[in-house]
């Protein structure tokens, strides 16, 4: 007997997002493994070939899936609507961001669901995730596979991190009473998050904070800790408020001078 999708309002919120999928038979064998723990929401973020029929044979029955997954050209574009974002590697990178194993990545899903819409990135098969996608995600998730052959197939890898999700959302409580926070009370989206971290970096330049150092550390530091602290869009709009009128105020002092 086949078991229906979650009819919970978490499952309808977590996307699955490819980016620069190379082989168009692991995007079929993706969908089909996010059937099978009854998810679908698939976008892929510039494959490299697709739609293609061996997309489709590997689908094995998750056509539908494939048919109606969107197809973007960045990550940025591809998240800008996310409260919350989990970017799936397979080594430590530059970029320092909290990592969870699956157990704990799709539980953490699965709650800021709750609230808006989450995805969880997976990288090209031969490269992952570069840094500066990395940078656009809140925490990393890494499968513990076995360190003397830790190769693992993009699809399997899906797989698992699919199957965990279907695990935290079995476990999830009833849906809870309607949120009846006011507009401005809701989370900031990945988009607004991102214009203020490009409003941020441009008054800090404007303000000679840096000093003539390079600005990526600070600015890597200073995206998780608002990463962290996920500000709702009623804080966002104060702090670029600020920043406004940092800039405003930078700009009369050179005029000055």
């Given at each position: ?66 048919a109606a997954a969107g ?26 961001l909290e990592e969870f ?157």
């Open positions: 007997m086949n078991t229906p999708a979650f009819p919970l309002p978490a499952a309808a919120r977590l996307r699955i997002v490819l980016v620069g999928t190379q082989h168009p038979g692991n995007i079929g064998a993706a969908a089909r493994a996010l059937k099978t723990m009854g998810l679908a929401r698939l976008v892929l973020v510039a494959p490299e070939q697709f739609p293609a029929d061996e997309a489709f044979r590997r689908a094995a029955g998750a056509d539908d899936l494939l197809v973007v050209a960045t990550l940025a574009e591809a998240v800008a609507d996310c409260r919350y974002v989990l970017g799936c590697t397979a080594r430590s990178r530059r970029v320092q194993e699956p157990r704990q990545a799709a539980a953490q899903a699965v709650a800021m669901a709750a609230d808006g819409e989450v995805a969880l990135v997976f990288g090209r098969e031969r490269t992952g995730l570069t840094n500066e996608e990395l940078q656009l995600c809140h925490a990393a998730v890494h499968i513990p596979a076995n360190p003397e052959y830790s190769s693992l197939n993009l699809a399997a890898a899906v797989q698992v991190l699919a199957y965990e999700l279907r695990l935290a959302l079995r476990e999830q409580s009833p849906p809870a009473a309607p949120d009846n926070r006011h507009p401005d009370e809701a989370p900031a989206s990945h988009a607004q998050l991102e214009g203020f971290f490009a409003q941020l970096g441009q008054t800090l330049d404007e303000i000679d904070f840096h000093k003539g150092r390079t600005p990526d550390s600070a600015m890597r530091k200073l995206r998780r800790l608002f990463l962290r602290a996920q500000p709702s869009e009623q804080e966002v709009r104060l702090l670029r408020g600020v920043l406004a009128d940092a800039q405003r105020m930078a700009r009369l002092a050179e005029g000055r001078g």
